[in-house]
């Protein structure tokens, strides 16, 4: 028995290990506490170790941070390092602004740091995006150009932003060159991937933006590989300036003598924000010699309307013009006798896809039976069906460069989303007729426009 008494201290330390040779005095050793406070003194050495990577490691030595030193007041000493990583960890759950910043520009409205959700039948719509220092892939200058401009909306309209795009492929096309070992009907579909995901980066592709890639991606498979690369890339060029003169030029020039003939004198006609060809229909059938008014209305975050009534009223003979803002509408309807709307694209149902409000204002039309009619051309055509504007829409950035004199946006703030959706659809029923190149088509033919072309549109 003696000798069992003298060899227990021997035996103590290798059971307690580190711990009794490291715990401050006064601590008991693990041996001789609980299972409760050896589970206690655990988790809070896990506590401690925890701190100490939050702060870079600098509370205590390799392998040694998790065990409490001399001095620190043992336990005590794990639970002041422990408060003092909190401050550290607040971001995550607090800095509302910089978490709702975070969500914008990303063109999403997610957790705030307050535990509020944002609209999350929103999250999904696209938004345009800061352009960033960073390039993935071998972009064109002339692409970057186009990006910042379609990201800070100084290019706008479907027809603007086609022609300003296929414009850019030109310069990317002629400056390209055919690797060795490679022909340009292959390699040249790769080199403009990320030049096309640039732009889409920057601002959610157009119906209209996607038709004109798909037919260019179609010229550019069909070239001949036995053709001197130069004179290639000369005819791809051609290709692009034939699209835009017959599929927008000229056919806006079709559309303007259709629309025209609707435009009788005294007729007091309404439009909504600013379509180009609807802007061209006006000025022409103004110049043909008809007198007629017209009501400008407009909506924010753009007002778009104000650039549509500039250029109504400007020159030796202006149109008489009324401008109002979208509130106004069902006192204005009373004189109209034509609404005539522009469109972003149009679908094989017959929706029409366009600026918000325009469904408000075609809607309100026909219910006073004042006839709606859609000017739009056949290359912003979509097979596809749309049934609403939630599936599918873009939003506004909410700092957006304002017309001088006008009040600026409400912006978004802690306790207040501020959402502006720039699209909305109008069901068939709400409109009249569709003036296209090919002819006066009513709502329920629209799928016939390819077959009205000769082919399938692509």
Known sequence: MPEQESKQPTQQPANGGGVSSNRPAGQPSQKSMTKAERRELQEKQRAAKAAAKAQGGTTGSAGGSAKPKAGTGGAGGSQSQVKKAEPAKQPIGGGVSMSRGADQSGGQQGDDAGGKRGPRIFTHFGLPKPIGHTLKGDIHPAVVRLGISFSEFKICGANARCIATLTAFKNVIQDYTTPPHNTLSRHLMTHLSPQITHLVS??????????????????????????????????????????????????????????GKKIKDGDVILTFARSSVVEKVLLRAHTSGKRFRVIVVDSRPLLEGKALLRSLTSGLNPIPCTYALLPALPSLLTEVTTVFLGAHSIYSNGAVYSRAGTALAAMMAKQRNVPVVVCCETYKFSEGILVDGFGKNELAPTRTVQPHGSTPTP????????????????????????????????????????????????
């Open 411 to 458: 912006t978004s703030e802690p306790g207040l989303e501020v959402l502006n959706p720039l699209y909305d659809l109008t069901p068939p029923t709400f409109i009249t007729a569709v003036v296209t190149e090919v002819g006066l088509i009513p709502p329920s033919s629209i799928s016939s426009i390819p077959l009205a072309m000769g082919k399938t549109i692509l």
């Open 202 to 259: 920057a601002r959610p592709m157009s119906v209209s933006m996607g038709n004109a890639i798909r037919q260019l991606k179609l010229e550019i498979s069909n070239s001949d590989i036995d053709m001197v690369e130069q004179e290639a890339k000369d005819l791809l060029c051609r290709k692009i300036d034939d699209y835009i003169r017959d599929r927008i030029i000229m056919a806006d020039e079709v559309i303007q003598e259709s629309a």
